[in-house]
C-alpha cells in the first residue's frame, strides 16, 4: 500500500520569499513521485518527477523537489515566490507493481502576498 | 500535440439521470486513467484502462459507476442514476505505452468535467 501526506493544507509566502511545500511518502516498493499543481477550475500539470535517477530534480517554473528516501520525503521548493505560483500542489506516489494508479496527497494551497 | 481532452467541461443532472464523460488520451498514449476530485478534496483513483480492457478498477464504486475504453473513441465513464453525493470534478489523464518505467508512469490530465447533480 502507498500514502502521502502533505503537511500544511495553506502555506502563505510573500513575493520574492522561499517556498517550501512538505511532502512524506509510504511505499512497499521504490516509489516513482510526482508534483503537480493546479490553479482554479483547471486540471493537473506535471511540474516535475522523480523517477530513481537523480535525487534532486528540476521542474518548470523554477521548482525543484529532493528525494530523501531515508526521511521518506519529497519536498518542493522554489527560491523565490512569485505571484503566478498561487496555486493547490499536489505530490503523488505510485510504483506499486502492476498498478499505475498515483496516490495523491490532500494537497497545499500555496498563497503568494505582494 | 493536442492535450487531454474531455467533454463535457460541465454537465448539470437531476437526481436519478445518466451522467457520460468523455476523454480522448494524448495522441501515443494507450493508458487511461479516471479520478475523482471532490470539493477541498485531493484526487481518488477510480479505474485504469488499456483499449478494451479495465486493468484496475480497485476505486470504482461497485455500483451504478462503469467505464469503458473501446478500440475506437474515447474512454468514456458513464454513472447511471446520479445522486447528489456523484456531485465533483471528474478528471481523465493518460500515459504513454510502456517504454522505459519511468516514462511510463507519467500521467497527463485533462481539464476534468464538472458534475453537478441537482
Avoid at chain 1, 493537473?44 to 534532486?56: D, E, H, R, V
Avoid at chain 1, 526521511?71 to 512569485?82: D, N, Q, R, Y
Wanted: glycine share 8%; charged share 20%.
Amino acid at each position: 500500500a502507498q500514502s502521502v501526506t502533505q503537511l500544511g493544507s495553506h502555506v502563505s509566502v510573500s513575493e520574492g520569499a522561499l517556498v517550501l511545500l512538505r511532502c512524506n511518502y509510504s511505499s512497499s516498493v521504490p516509489p516513482y513521485l510526482f508534483w503537480y499543481v493546479q490553479y482554479p477550475n483547471q486540471g493537473l500539470q506535471l511540474l516535475l518527477k522523480y523517477t530513481s535517477a537523480a535525487t534532486l530534480v528540476k521542474g518548470i517554473n523554477g521548482f525543484e523537489a529532493e528525494f530523501k528516501k531515508s526521511e521518506t520525503s519529497f519536498h518542493l521548493t522554489k527560491p523565490s515566490a512569485h505571484m503566478s505560483d498561487a496555486a493547490e500542489y499536489f505530490c503523488a506516489v505510485t510504483g506499486d507493481t502492476g498498478r499505475r494508479a498515483l496516490t495523491f496527497g490532500s494537497g497545499t494551497r500555496l498563497q503568494v502576498q505582494p | 500535440n493536442a492535450g487531454v481532452m474531455q467533454n463535457p467541461r460541465h454537465l448539470v443532472r437531476r437526481r436519478g439521470q445518466e451522467a457520460r464523460l468523455r476523454c480522448s488520451p494524448m495522441k501515443g498514449h494507450s493508458h487511461v486513467y479516471w479520478y475523482r476530485q471532490l470539493p477541498e478534496e485531493g484526487l481518488k483513483f477510480m479505474v485504469y484502462l488499456q483499449k478494451e480492457n479495465i486493468i484496475d478498477e480497485s476505486g470504482m464504486p461497485k455500483e451504478r459507476f462503469s467505464a469503458e475504453f473501446p478500440k475506437e473513441g474515447p474512454s468514456i465513464l458513464r454513472i447511471q442514476q446520479v445522486v447528489r453525493g456523484d456531485s465533483a470534478a471528474y478528471f481523465c489523464a493518460s500515459s504513454p505505452p510502456e517504454y522505459g518505467t519511468g516514462v511510463a508512469y507519467e500521467q497527463y490530465f485533462g481539464p476534468g468535467t464538472r458534475l453537478t447533480v441537482t
